[in-house]
């Protein structure tokens, strides 16, 4: 029998905590073109990925923030017999300095999504630190199954610190950062560049990360058919990720890092999350046993958010509120 993160596959639980009043509106109407399940049934996938109305690819217009950032894209080598990879580079202009580099995975349930999905937010960040981000490009389940995506993403960490002096970067001052799968994958590496002697991370930002493929907690079970991401598209993501094996003893702690069994000798890691979401109780229960295991972690339960609904949302005072808290945490890990 496999046990659920909770301890109990029959915990019970009560009714779905509210909604933030302020995005109930916001989220009736990305339910029209984003309903909670969407994802639970993959022969949708083709069709999902063709939808003219779903995520938009950012232009470089955008990521440039009138000069303020270099935009390239440059191809670099990836896993041992594998593609290349396309790492999305943006560097603020003008400087002269080797910068702090925030490395970024995207979301997208790892079935969707490229690597400017999820820039603009980081580029909020960068600007305030004169940092550079470069955002990796990996291959998408369920075409590339794990561990394909995350050595897609360790590959472009691995390079972007060896060359850290072409890029003009400081590999000194280099942390992880990403949002849902992209926050499970930003965790995974964090836990691979302890365990592989890697680049020697400063931190991990992990904003409502999927890292559990159980898909079994109270939170999870809560929130069936609610929300923007419930636990039938969850499941449908990391079925695509593991295929037969999710939810077994067999799954990697590098695809679902809730499955590690020592969380001690990571960096420091900001890690929030929507308490009207599917990954509240994962999230919680992961800074958890970073604390039990003598590590560093600030984490941020937003009462009434929905998952991804800073991103979705942004206007929001919530969501104003949770793009705020994550820049003090950067500026005290870069002063450190």
Not at 20 to 37: H, T
Not at 85 to 92: K, V
Not at 143 to 161: M, N, R
Not at 260 to 266: F, H, P, Q, T, V
Request: charged share 20%.
């Amino acid at each position: 029998m496999t046990i659920s993160p909770s301890g109990s596959p029959g915990v019970p639980v009560g009714p779905p905590p509210p909604f933030d009043a302020e995005l109930v509106p916001a989220l009736r109407i990305i339910n029209e073109k984003l309903p909670p399940g969407l994802f639970g049934d993959l022969a949708n996938l083709a069709t999902i990925r063709q939808d003219p109305n779903g995520l938009a690819r950012v232009p470089d217009e955008e990521l440039t923030r009138n000069g303020r950032f270099l935009v390239e894209e440059r191809a670099v080598p990836g896993p041992p017999g594998a593609p290349d990879i396309s790492l999305l580079i943006c560097r603020p202009a003008g400087t002269t300095g080797a910068t702090p580099v925030i490395y970024h995975t995207h979301g997208g349930g790892m079935v969707i999504g490229d690597n400017r999905q999820g820039v603009p937010a980081m580029l909020d960040l960068a600007q305030k630190v004169d940092g550079t981000v470069v955002s990796v490009e990996y291959r998408l389940a369920p075409e590339t199954p794990h561990p394909g995506p995350v050595e897609d993403c360790y590959a472009g960490l691995v390079w972007t610190v060896a060359h850290a002096d072409d890029l003009g970067v400081d590999p000194a001052r280099v942390l992880v950062a990403g949002a849902s799968a992209g926050g499970g994958l930003a965790a995974a590496l964090a836990l691979l560049a302890r365990d592989r002697g890697g680049p020697a991370l400063i931190g991990q930002i992990l904003m409502c990360p999927m890292l559990d493929d159980r898909n079994d907690t109270p939170s999870a079970r809560q929130m069936r058919g609610l929300g923007v991401w419930d636990q039938a598209s969850n499941g449908g993501g990391w079925t695509a990720l593991l295929g037969q094996a999710r939810g077994t003893e067999d799954v990697s702690p590098y695809a679902a890092p809730a499955r590690a069994d020592d969380l001690s000798g990571l960096p420091p890691a900001f890690i929030d999350v929507g308490s009207a979401e599917t990954f509240r109780d994962e999230v919680v229960t992961y800074a958890s046993r970073i604390w039990q295991a003598g590590g560093r972690a600030e984490l941020h339960v937003w009462p009434g958010g929905f998952h991804g609904f800073d991103g979705l949302a942004p206007h929001a005072t919530l969501s104003q509120d949770a793009a705020a808290a994550r820049l003090p945490w950067l500026k005290r890990i870069l002063s450190d």
